[in-house]
Protein backbone atom coordinates (compact mmCIF):
# COMPACT_ATOMS: atom_id res chain seq x y z
CA UNK A 1 0.00 0.00 0.00
CA UNK A 2 2.99 2.12 0.88
CA UNK A 3 4.73 2.04 -2.58
CA UNK A 4 0.81 3.00 -4.28
CA UNK A 5 1.06 5.95 -2.19
CA UNK A 6 5.08 6.78 -3.35
CA UNK A 7 3.45 6.09 -7.03
CA UNK A 8 0.80 8.66 -7.12
CA UNK A 9 2.81 10.66 -5.16
CA UNK A 10 5.54 10.98 -8.28
CA UNK A 11 2.96 10.90 -10.78
CA UNK A 12 1.31 13.75 -8.79
CA UNK A 13 4.21 15.63 -8.92
CA UNK A 14 5.46 14.80 -12.15
CA UNK A 15 1.77 15.96 -13.67
CA UNK A 16 2.27 19.34 -11.24
CA UNK A 17 5.28 20.05 -12.87
CA UNK A 18 4.45 19.02 -16.60
CA UNK A 19 1.43 21.24 -15.90
CA UNK A 20 3.34 24.69 -14.61
CA UNK A 21 6.09 23.82 -17.53
CA UNK A 22 2.96 24.50 -20.06
CA UNK A 23 1.19 27.05 -17.88
CA UNK A 24 4.74 28.51 -18.10
CA UNK A 25 5.45 28.47 -21.66
CA UNK A 26 1.84 29.14 -23.18
CA UNK A 27 2.40 32.64 -20.69
CA UNK A 28 6.04 33.28 -21.62
CA UNK A 29 4.16 33.51 -25.67
CA UNK A 30 1.74 36.11 -24.64
CA UNK A 31 4.78 38.30 -22.41
CA UNK A 32 6.86 38.00 -25.82
CA UNK A 33 3.78 39.22 -28.08
CA UNK A 34 3.06 41.95 -25.54
CA UNK A 35 6.85 43.10 -25.74
CA UNK A 36 6.83 43.42 -29.14
CA UNK A 37 3.32 45.26 -28.84
CA UNK A 38 5.50 47.33 -26.34
CA UNK A 39 8.27 48.05 -28.39
CA UNK A 40 6.28 49.06 -31.61
CA UNK A 41 3.92 51.50 -29.24
CA UNK A 42 6.96 53.14 -28.26
CA UNK A 43 8.50 53.45 -31.93
CA UNK A 44 4.95 55.00 -33.08
CA UNK A 45 5.45 57.07 -30.25
CA UNK A 46 8.66 58.68 -31.49
CA UNK A 47 7.38 58.85 -35.06
CA UNK A 48 4.13 60.61 -33.80
CA UNK A 49 6.87 63.17 -32.10
CA UNK A 50 8.47 63.45 -35.21
CA UNK A 51 5.04 64.05 -36.97
CA UNK A 52 3.92 66.91 -34.35
CA UNK A 53 7.54 68.77 -35.45
CA UNK A 54 7.07 68.96 -38.91
CA UNK A 55 4.40 71.32 -39.30
CA UNK A 56 6.62 73.75 -37.35
CA UNK A 57 9.89 73.06 -39.65
CA UNK A 58 8.26 73.20 -42.91
CA UNK A 59 6.04 76.46 -41.95
CA UNK A 60 10.28 78.13 -40.60
CA UNK A 61 11.48 76.33 -43.77
CA UNK A 62 8.64 77.84 -45.90
CA UNK A 63 9.64 81.51 -45.06
CA UNK A 64 13.19 81.79 -45.56
CA UNK A 65 12.52 79.22 -48.97
CA UNK A 66 9.40 79.63 -50.50
CA UNK A 67 10.47 77.78 -53.84
CA UNK A 68 11.41 74.72 -52.06
CA UNK A 69 7.80 73.80 -52.51
CA UNK A 70 8.47 70.01 -54.01
CA UNK A 71 10.22 69.06 -50.97
CA UNK A 72 7.82 70.70 -48.52
CA UNK A 73 4.61 69.43 -50.17
CA UNK A 74 6.02 65.89 -50.09
CA UNK A 75 7.01 66.02 -46.47
CA UNK A 76 3.12 67.33 -45.60
CA UNK A 77 1.91 64.65 -47.81
CA UNK A 78 3.69 61.92 -46.17
CA UNK A 79 2.97 63.11 -42.61
CA UNK A 80 -0.67 62.64 -43.49
CA UNK A 81 0.09 59.71 -45.26
CA UNK A 82 1.03 57.76 -41.84
CA UNK A 83 -1.91 59.34 -39.90
CA UNK A 84 -3.71 57.58 -42.08
CA UNK A 85 -1.77 54.30 -42.18
CA UNK A 86 -3.67 51.13 -40.83
CA UNK A 87 -1.46 48.53 -40.79
CA UNK A 88 2.09 48.30 -38.98
CA UNK A 89 3.68 47.55 -42.58
CA UNK A 90 2.51 50.90 -44.13
CA UNK A 91 3.15 53.09 -40.97
CA UNK A 92 6.96 51.43 -41.09
CA UNK A 93 7.12 52.37 -45.05
CA UNK A 94 5.95 55.85 -44.87
CA UNK A 95 7.84 57.03 -41.70
CA UNK A 96 11.00 55.38 -44.14
CA UNK A 97 9.71 58.31 -46.72
CA UNK A 98 9.34 60.58 -44.15
CA UNK A 99 13.45 60.13 -42.98
CA UNK A 100 14.65 60.13 -46.58
CA UNK A 101 12.41 63.51 -47.09
CA UNK A 102 13.42 65.15 -43.86
CA UNK A 103 17.29 64.60 -45.17
CA UNK A 104 16.54 66.08 -48.27
CA UNK A 105 14.73 69.16 -46.10
CA UNK A 106 17.78 69.63 -44.13
CA UNK A 107 19.82 69.74 -47.34
CA UNK A 108 17.70 72.66 -48.49
CA UNK A 109 19.08 74.39 -45.18
CA UNK A 110 22.23 74.60 -46.66
CA UNK A 111 21.53 76.28 -49.41
CA UNK A 112 20.14 79.50 -47.30
CA UNK A 113 22.42 81.01 -44.54
CA UNK A 114 19.67 83.04 -43.11
CA UNK A 115 17.63 80.05 -42.53
CA UNK A 116 20.23 78.28 -40.89
CA UNK A 117 21.27 81.12 -38.57
CA UNK A 118 17.17 81.39 -37.34
CA UNK A 119 16.76 80.17 -33.55
CA UNK A 120 13.70 78.86 -34.41
CA UNK A 121 14.91 76.19 -37.33
CA UNK A 122 18.12 75.55 -35.57
CA UNK A 123 15.83 74.82 -32.50
CA UNK A 124 13.44 72.84 -34.21
CA UNK A 125 16.67 70.69 -36.12
CA UNK A 126 17.58 69.69 -32.96
CA UNK A 127 14.63 68.59 -31.76
CA UNK A 128 14.46 66.34 -35.24
CA UNK A 129 17.97 65.48 -34.88
CA UNK A 130 17.35 64.01 -31.56
CA UNK A 131 13.76 63.12 -31.93
CA UNK A 132 15.65 60.94 -35.19
CA UNK A 133 18.15 59.16 -32.74
CA UNK A 134 15.17 58.12 -30.43
CA UNK A 135 13.68 56.58 -33.31
CA UNK A 136 16.77 54.63 -34.47
CA UNK A 137 17.02 53.36 -30.92
CA UNK A 138 13.60 52.43 -30.02
CA UNK A 139 13.69 50.38 -33.56
CA UNK A 140 16.38 48.66 -32.86
CA UNK A 141 14.84 48.17 -29.36
CA UNK A 142 11.32 46.49 -31.38
CA UNK A 143 13.82 44.84 -33.87
CA UNK A 144 15.75 42.78 -30.37
CA UNK A 145 11.96 41.65 -29.58
CA UNK A 146 10.74 41.19 -32.97
CA UNK A 147 13.81 38.43 -33.32
CA UNK A 148 13.89 36.86 -29.68
CA UNK A 149 9.95 36.21 -30.39
CA UNK A 150 10.47 34.46 -33.93
CA UNK A 151 13.99 32.80 -32.48
CA UNK A 152 11.69 31.74 -29.59
CA UNK A 153 8.89 30.81 -32.24
CA UNK A 154 11.32 28.66 -33.95
CA UNK A 155 12.16 26.48 -31.17
CA UNK A 156 10.44 23.39 -30.57
CA UNK A 157 8.94 24.05 -27.37
CA UNK A 158 8.19 27.60 -28.53
CA UNK A 159 6.30 26.59 -31.49
CA UNK A 160 4.03 24.31 -29.90
CA UNK A 161 3.23 27.44 -27.36
CA UNK A 162 2.92 30.07 -29.57
CA UNK A 163 0.48 28.16 -32.49
CA UNK A 164 -1.54 27.09 -28.75
CA UNK A 165 -1.54 30.52 -28.49
CA UNK A 166 -2.56 31.65 -31.83
CA UNK A 167 1.00 33.54 -32.11
CA UNK A 168 2.06 31.72 -35.29
CA UNK A 169 3.28 34.24 -37.82
CA UNK A 170 6.60 35.73 -37.42
CA UNK A 171 6.93 39.59 -36.77
CA UNK A 172 8.11 41.87 -39.14
CA UNK A 173 11.28 43.53 -38.25
CA UNK A 174 11.29 47.22 -39.22
CA UNK A 175 13.94 47.46 -41.85
CA UNK A 176 16.08 50.44 -43.62
CA UNK A 177 14.13 51.81 -46.77
CA UNK A 178 16.78 50.12 -49.43
CA UNK A 179 17.01 54.61 -50.69
CA UNK A 180 18.57 55.09 -47.38
CA UNK A 181 21.47 51.63 -48.12
CA UNK A 182 22.71 54.06 -51.05
CA UNK A 183 25.96 55.76 -50.00
CA UNK A 184 25.57 59.80 -51.01
CA UNK A 185 27.61 61.26 -53.68
CA UNK A 186 29.99 64.04 -52.08
CA UNK A 187 31.51 66.12 -54.17
CA UNK A 188 34.12 69.48 -53.62
Known amino acids: MKNLWIAL ?62 VLTKITELRSQWGKANTQAQKMETANEISSVLSRLM ?42 FNSYRRTVAGGLFTSMRGLTKPREYFEVDAAAKKVPEVKF
Open 9 to 70: GVIAVIAIAAGGWVVKGLNHAVTMDEDINNSWAQVENQLQRRNDLIPNLVSTVKGYAAHENE
Open 107 to 148: MVSERYPDLKANQNFLSLQSQLEGTENRIAVERMRYNDTVKG
